[in-house]
T-cell receptor, first 114, second 116 residues
Framework: AQSVSQHNHHVILSEAASLELGCNYS??????LFWYVQYPGQHLQLLLK??????LVKGIKGFEAEFIKSKFSFNLRKPSVQWSDTAEYFC????????????FGTGTRLKVLA | GAVVSQHPSWVICKSGTSVKIECRSL??????MFWYRQFPKQSLMLMAT?????????EQGVEKDKFLINHASLTLSTLTVTSAHPEDSSFYIC????????????FGPGTRLTVL
């Protein structure tokens, strides 16, 4: 069965620190990959997505993610975090055909200290 | 673009009553909508996939008779929690996938259900 694991459940950083959140998935076929962010009290927003092509994907708010097929990974990065990045981050994977349903990771709660 | 709304945003009901939650895609057509449940400090758990004009596909362990899903049009799906009990209290989130569009889901703001 497909699964998505996010290794870091809670991350605390100071402003301007660099961020990397891990995401690994288990699925042998072709996948689409996503990172969503959920700010406190708000709904899920798409940060970035990978369908094909350049494995380094740039998203909104200075975030980027790199798809490494051989490692089944899609880690999220940001060179310098801000207090406003405090949120929960979810990695999601879906097949490229069929039901297109997402499999979500457990989420990483990021707290950025001012 | 790609806005999804949910109504109501929160609801409190008595045990044994039924509650209907609406999910609308406001500026696009969605042949497929998804219903999730999110427990506090946990990830989203897919409950069912809703396809316009056909029966919903439920995930394993989700009671289809308790969580009725109707996807009557390309912009509206409803989730009815029947005979609600306190253990049904949760945050219910829908998402919609654009018809013929890229494989991307757009999420609604969620509905907080509290069953007394």
């Amino acid at each position: 069965a497909q699964s998505v694991s996010q290794h870091n459940h809670h991350v605390i950083l100071s402003e301007a620190a660099s961020l990397e959140l891990g995401c690994n998935y288990s699925y042998g076929g072709t996948v689409n990959l996503f990172w969503y962010v959920q700010y406190p009290g708000q709904h899920l927003q798409l940060l970035l997505k990978y369908f094909s092509g350049d494995p380094l994907v740039k998203g909104i708010k200075g975030f980027e993610a790199e798809f490494i097929k051989s490692k089944f990974s899609f880690n999220l990065r940001k060179p310098s975090v801000q207090w406003s990045d405090t949120a929960e981050y979810f990695c999601a994977v879906t097949q490229t055909s069929g039901t297109y349903k997402y499999i979500f990771g457990t989420g990483t709660r990021l707290k950025v200290l001012a | 673009g790609a806005v999804v709304s949910q109504h109501p945003s929160w609801v409190i009901c008595k045990s044994g009553t039924s509650v209907k939650i609406e999910c609308r895609s406001l500026d696009f057509q969605a042949t497929t909508m998804f219903w999730y449940r999110q427990f506090p400090k946990q990830s989203l758990m897919l409950m069912a996939t809703s396809n316009e004009g056909s029966k919903a596909t439920y995930e394993q362990g989700v009671e289809k008779d308790k969580f009725l899903i109707n996807h009557a049009s390309l912009t509206l799906s409803t989730l009815t929690v029947t005979s609600a009990h306190p253990e049904d209290s949760s945050f219910y989130i829908c998402s919609a996938r654009s018809s013929g569009g890229p494989n991307t889901q757009y999420f609604g703001p969620g509905t907080r259900l509290t069953v007394l």
